[in-house]
């Protein structure tokens, strides 16, 4: 694509999406799509490789390094293309249309809507008995036609209805699904900060988790396996840049809202660990049954475990409705490229937002809810997850080699050595995962190649109607 055609798409697409976030919105949504349930989950998996508290601390504090990191890079790509699409228009320019359409067709088919099916459902099934009582768990339907038994749980029902809602909130305009996510962002946020201030005045108290033994190693050998949880924990820092025709003055505030939201999120969690060690010390973190509800139980209380609940609540919310608006642009962007179908990339007349993209999301969403097998699928696609954020990032460096007259209205601080220390330990964690895991990570290749025989079929119709 020459730079004139990439300017006039730019125009088109700006003029389509005509609804914009200003900074705070942007940085919410950002902050939003990080602080997810992982933060809650990966405690006790991070203590179990580092039960020592200075170092359970230090993994944490190179997770949001490392995300930091990322959203430096992301921040240069996101300025210099503020377009729908994020990801798939970065590779797109850098490494073609083939590889761009195999990054986004794993995030259409999959990644989005398996990432959405999982957080409603666990959402509901995690939180919802506190809330709404242990119906949520039990089955709701049941179909029993001889060898095939089928059952649909409360959760699942109840998941399909947050899908659905957000998903109108989504559709109805950029302004509401910012003010929804300014304000789920901010209560957890400002609860979190409170909690950290309040550890200094209270003594924990009641029984603690047996301590584990404390291993006979350096704790440097601990620390890769710890980091790989948390580093996706850390997921989600560039969730504005699918986003960039539909932010305002996007030169300076896509980069400001990736670094700001991904720095305050690094603050959260690592209050949040903060807490949680006041609670308990790190070596009891893998003997608890969940480390979050008997760390602020010991500190606070009773009434701070109901409280948490809400807390985990807003903060899977957040992250849920940062998805949806994210990945709907994806499919977008392919459809105005020529590479999915004409429909997803019409808009609302009325509230100029990508209206067909987003029902289908939550249409494939739901099938994978009614079906139960998206875990399975998140599982084995992490991998491909990891090749692409790294195909992502080195569309940096591709394009200032190839492209240095692009204009570039912010520039990654410590270009070239923040890119390549992206890059290189990302490549770590994708070694470390296929020595762990070879068999999801074989899945998601495959999964991802089914990709190459409907990208020719995409390209030759579009070569046709040409």
Same mark, same amino acid.
């Given at each position: 694509?020459?730079?004139?055609?990439?300017?006039?798409?730019?125009?088109?697409?700006?003029?389509?999406?005509?609804?914009?976030?200003?900074?705070?919105?942007?940085?919410?949504?950002?902050?939003?799509?990080?602080?997810?349930?992982?933060?809650?989950?990966?405690?006790?998996?991070?203590?179990?490789?580092?039960?020592?508290?200075?170092?359970?601390?230090?993994?944490?504090?190179?997770? #949001?390094?490392?995300?930091?990191?990322?959203?430096?890079?992301?921040?240069?790509?996101?300025?210099?293309?503020?377009?729908? #699409?994020?990801?798939?228009?970065?590779?797109?320019?850098?490494?073609?249309?083939?590889?761009?359409?195999?990054?986004?067709?794993?995030?259409?088919?999959?990644?989005?809507?398996?990432?959405?099916?999982?957080?409603?459902?666990?959402?509901?099934?995690?939180? #919802?008995?506190?809330?709404?009582?242990?119906?949520?768990?039990?089955?709701?339907?049941?179909?029993?036609?001889?060898? *095939?038994?089928?059952?649909?749980?409360?959760?699942?029902?109840?998941?399909?209805?947050?899908?659905?809602?957000?998903?109108?909130?989504?559709?109805?305009?950029?302004?509401?699904?910012?003010?929804?996510?300014?304000?789920?962002?901010?209560?957890?946020?400002?609860?979190?900060?409170?909690?950290?201030?309040?550890?200094?005045?209270?003594?924990?108290?009641?029984?603690?988790?047996?301590?584990?033994?404390?291993?006979?190693?350096?704790?440097?050998?601990?620390?890769?396996?710890?980091?790989?949880?948390?580093?996706?924990?850390?997921?989600?820092?560039?969730?504005?840049?699918?986003?960039?025709?539909?932010?305002?003055?996007?030169?300076?505030?896509?980069?400001?809202?990736?670094?700001?939201?991904?720095?305050?999120?690094?603050?959260? *969690?690592?209050?949040?660990?903060?807490?949680?060690?006041?609670?308990?010390?790190?070596?009891?973190?893998?003997?608890?049954?969940?480390?979050?509800?008997?760390?602020?139980?010991?500190?606070?209380?009773?009434?701070?475990?109901?409280?948490?609940?809400?807390?985990?609540?807003?903060?899977?919310?957040?992250?849920?409705?940062?998805?949806?608006?994210?990945?709907?642009?994806?499919?977008?962007?392919?459809?105005?490229?020529?590479?999915?179908?004409?429909?997803?990339?019409?808009?609302?007349?009325?509230?100029?937002?990508?209206?067909?993209?987003?029902?289908?999301?939550?249409?494939?969403?739901?099938?994978?809810?009614?079906?139960?097998?998206?875990?399975?699928?998140?599982?084995?696609?992490?991998?491909?997850?990891?090749?692409?954020?790294?195909?992502?990032?080195?569309?940096?460096?591709?394009?200032?080699?190839?492209?240095?007259?692009?204009?570039?209205? *912010?520039?990654?601080?410590?270009?070239?050595?923040?890119?390549?220390?992206?890059?290189?330990?990302?490549?770590?964690?994708?070694?470390?995962?296929?020595?762990?895991?070879?068999?999801?990570?074989?899945?998601?290749?495959?999964?991802?190649?089914?990709?190459?025989?409907?990208?020719?079929?995409?390209?030759?119709?579009?070569?046709?109607?040409?």
């Amino acid at each position: 694509m020459t730079e004139r055609t990439s300017k006039k798409l730019k125009q088109k697409i700006e003029s389509q999406l005509t609804q914009k976030l200003g900074l705070l919105a942007a940085t919410a949504i950002v902050l939003g799509n990080i602080v997810g349930v992982m933060v809650f989950l990966t405690p006790s998996i991070a203590a179990t490789h580092l039960p020592w508290n200075g170092w359970y601390m230090a993994a944490w504090a190179v997770g #949001g390094g490392l995300a930091l990191l990322g959203a430096l890079c992301l921040g240069e790509l996101g300025a210099m293309m503020p377009e729908a #699409g994020g990801d798939y228009i970065f590779i797109r320019e850098a490494f073609g249309d083939r590889t761009a359409f195999l990054s986004g067709w794993t995030s259409v088919v999959i990644t989005f809507p398996g990432s959405i099916a999982a957080m409603a459902v666990g959402l509901c099934f995690f939180q #919802g008995p506190a809330l709404l009582g242990n119906w949520v768990r039990s089955p709701i339907l049941t179909l029993d036609f001889g060898s *095939y038994y089928y059952s649909l749980s409360g959760a699942q029902a109840l998941g399909l209805g947050i899908i659905a809602a957000l998903t109108g909130i989504n559709h109805l305009g950029l302004r509401l699904t910012g003010w929804v996510q300014t304000a789920i962002t901010a209560t957890p946020l400002l609860l979190v900060l409170t909690a950290g201030i309040a550890v200094f005045f209270v003594t924990p108290t009641g029984p603690v988790p047996p301590a584990v033994a404390l291993v006979d190693k350096s704790p440097w050998l601990g620390l890769w396996p710890a980091i790989v949880p948390i580093f996706f924990a850390y997921a989600g820092w560039n969730v504005t840049t699918y986003i960039g025709g539909e932010i305002k003055n996007p030169g300076r505030n896509i980069p400001r809202s990736l670094i700001l939201g991904t720095g305050l999120a690094v603050v959260a *969690y690592l209050v949040v660990q903060w807490v949680f060690l006041n609670g308990m010390p790190a070596a009891s973190m893998p003997n608890a049954k969940f480390v979050p509800a008997e760390a602020v139980t010991r500190l606070f209380g009773g009434w701070a475990g109901h409280l948490l609940t809400i807390v985990i609540a807003l903060a899977v919310m957040g992250s849920l409705n940062a998805t949806v608006l994210a990945g709907a642009r994806i499919s977008y962007a392919m459809s105005g490229k020529g590479m999915a179908f004409g429909f997803l990339g019409s808009q609302s007349r009325r509230f100029g937002t990508p209206a067909a993209a987003l029902w289908i999301q939550a249409a494939l969403a739901a099938v994978l809810v009614l079906t139960g097998r998206f875990d399975e699928l998140i599982k084995y696609v992490v991998g491909v997850m990891l090749i692409f954020s790294i195909v992502t990032v080195a569309s940096v460096l591709e394009l200032r080699y190839t492209r240095p007259t692009l204009e570039r209205p *912010y520039r990654v601080w410590g270009y070239p050595y923040t890119p390549i220390a992206f890059i290189l330990f990302c490549g770590a964690v994708l070694v470390f995962l296929w020595l762990e895991s070879p068999r999801e990570l074989l899945w998601g290749v495959l999964i991802t190649a089914l990709g190459l025989p409907a990208y020719e079929w995409l390209r030759r119709r579009s070569d046709r109607k040409d």
